[in-house]
Structure formats: C-alpha cells, structure tokens
C-alpha cells in the first residue's frame, strides 16, 4: 500500500463548520485519514513524517481546549479499554513526530472537534470541523497521570476561511456600510461558516428574537446573519452553534451594541425599551440548538449589564 502523502490546509469546499456525523464521514470527505487515531499524519515530499489533521474528542485527560488556543496531548501510552495514560509517550511514535515536523515546517493543521470533548466548544453529537490551526510550540512534561506526555500548543489561524456570498455582501454592507477590506475580510470570514448556516437553516432565516422573515431577491428567499452572542475577535468568543444566533440585521445590530441581551434562562432584554414595555420575552430556540449560558454572561459582562439574576 502506497505511503499517505499529507494535504495541508482546507479539503475542496468543505467549509469550517461543517457537522459530520461519524469519523468514518470525516476520513470519506478526506479531512482526516483515520477513523480512531487522533493525529493524522503521513509523508511529504521529501518523505518526511508530517501530521496534517487531529481530532479533539476527549481522548487525552491532558488536552486543554480554549477555541483559540490548544493544549494537545500527544500519542501513545493509553490504554485503550480504560483511557488512563499507563506509560510514557515518545517521539519514536509516528503522529507525535509528524506533529512536531509539522511545527517546524510551518504547515497548517485541520482541527476536528467531537461531541465528547470541552462542551463550550465542541458539537452536540458528531463531529465537526474547525478550520486551521498552527502549530506553534512542543513540549515533554509529566502528565495527571504520573507518565511523561509531549504536548503540542496549536493557535487558531483566521485566514483562508469563505466569505459571505455575493448577496450576503451586499446586504451586510447595506446594514453595517461598506468596512475596510483587511477589516471585512477578519470579522466576515468566521461569521459565515457552515456553523452559521447550519444556525440559519434551523429556524428558515427567521430572526430568532423578533421572528422576522426578511424577503430578499426575486425568488422572495429570506435574509437572516449568524450572530455571535460573544463576540469574535477581542471579546474571545468562539463561532460554534452554542455561541450563534439567527438574527435579522436589526436584532444583530443591536446585540452586538448591547442595546440588547440575554439572561440565564435565555430570555431577551431591551435596555432601552419604555418602561411599560420592558418585560423580557422568550428567546426562540430550536430543539438541536443548545446555546450556552456562558456565552450570553460574557456578553453581559463586555457591556457592563447587571441583571436581577447577578445581583442577586
């Protein structure tokens, strides 16, 4: 059998975002070229050992998941039946030194997050794929276990991901006016992928606040944005389902100004609404959307709203 020759970077048209429902969906759409191991790794052009792809489904009790940072533990040593780490990991194993080359060739690595993994961050069931991270730094410590583990610390990578499509653009630019290009091209990227779509197509591109179906184009298709509860960027919010909206321009708008925001139990404030009409009302949720209280206290945070839940 011929040796894997390693494929660095986004697969086709596969979009970050996208829900499989098993590993072997992940290795058929070519993301990954195993159907259990973490690491995926084979031979580049000069035949050296490089890893292309890892899976972050709870595998390791070392892994450390923060969306844009993570603490990947490496290869071998686990027993299998009972997931605890029994011996050390070395660098003689295949995926750990694939990683490692990877590190210092500079390639991208795909990430591909599994249900069992950090709840905040990973999906509801299946697996789903993350984009590009970079591999920035290695290391060999003692694990919880009492064994030695190698440790990789990957960094989420913003470029290359799609944009809005070319209705998409003009209608967001209609709202927000027309950003720099470099801005647009930082803040539009992760807003529109396979997660936010996937979001949409839950509620049929009806704004979950305010239930607004907005008709655009001449085959009276609706019009809706992925929101992020937390925002991207400085704010450290993560583009997954538990962190995204369907929202129409205005209720966008408005959340992310924090004219607007969401208790524990999810049910939505207007800050500014007359005092006769300031009851909150329920948020609109999909059985399979399960959003994450964190995400709208982080939202409250950033926009210094104390509630009658915080301040009691």
């Not at 011996?87 to 490692?100: C, I, K, M, P, Y």
Request: overall charge negative; charged content about 30%.
């Amino acid at each position: 059998m011929a040796a894997y020759r390693a494929v660095f970077g986004h697969i086709g048209d596969i979009l970050p975002g996208t829900h499989f429902d098993s590993r072997k969906h992940v290795k058929a759409a070519g993301l990954h070229k195993e159907e259990q191991a973490g690491i995926s790794w084979g031979r580049d052009g000069e035949h050296r050992r490089v890893a292309d792809a890892i899976v972050l489904n709870n595998g390791y009790e070392d892994d450390r998941d923060d969306w844009d940072e993570i603490l990947y533990t490496g290869a071998g040593g686990r027993n299998p039946n009972t997931g605890r780490q029994e011996s050390d990991q070395t660098w003689e194993n295949a995926g750990n030194d694939g990683l490692r080359n990877s590190e210092l060739l500079g390639h991208p690595v795909r990430v591909i997050r599994g249900s069992e993994g950090n709840r905040d961050y990973s999906p509801a069931s299946g697996y789903r794929y993350d984009g590009l991270y970079r591999l920035t730094d290695h290391s060999e410590e003692t694990g919880s276990a009492g064994f030695r583990i190698l440790r990789f610390k990957l960094r989420r990578l913003l470029d290359d991901q799609q944009e809005l499509t070319p209705l998409e653009q003009q209608v967001d630019d209609l709202v927000h006016g027309a950003a720099p290009r470099k801005t647009a091209t930082v803040e539009r990227i992760v807003r529109d992928t396979a997660v936010g779509r996937r979001v949409k197509q839950w509620y049929g591109h009806r704004c979950q606040i305010c239930r607004l179906a907005l008709p655009v184009g001449p085959d009276g298709k609706s019009y809706a944005e992925g929101a992020h509860i937390q925002a991207l960027g400085p704010a450290g919010g993560p583009d997954v389902e538990g962190n995204v909206l369907c929202l129409c321009p205005n209720c966008h708008v408005r959340l992310d100004r924090g004219a607007i925001y969401l208790t524990d139990t999810f049910q939505v404030v207007d800050r500014f609404s007359a005092p006769e009409a300031s009851a909150a009302s329920p948020l609109w949720i999909h059985p399979e959307h399960d959003i994450k209280g964190r995400f709208a206290r982080a939202h409250r945070r950033f926009w210094k709203i104390i509630d009658s839940l915080e301040e009691r």
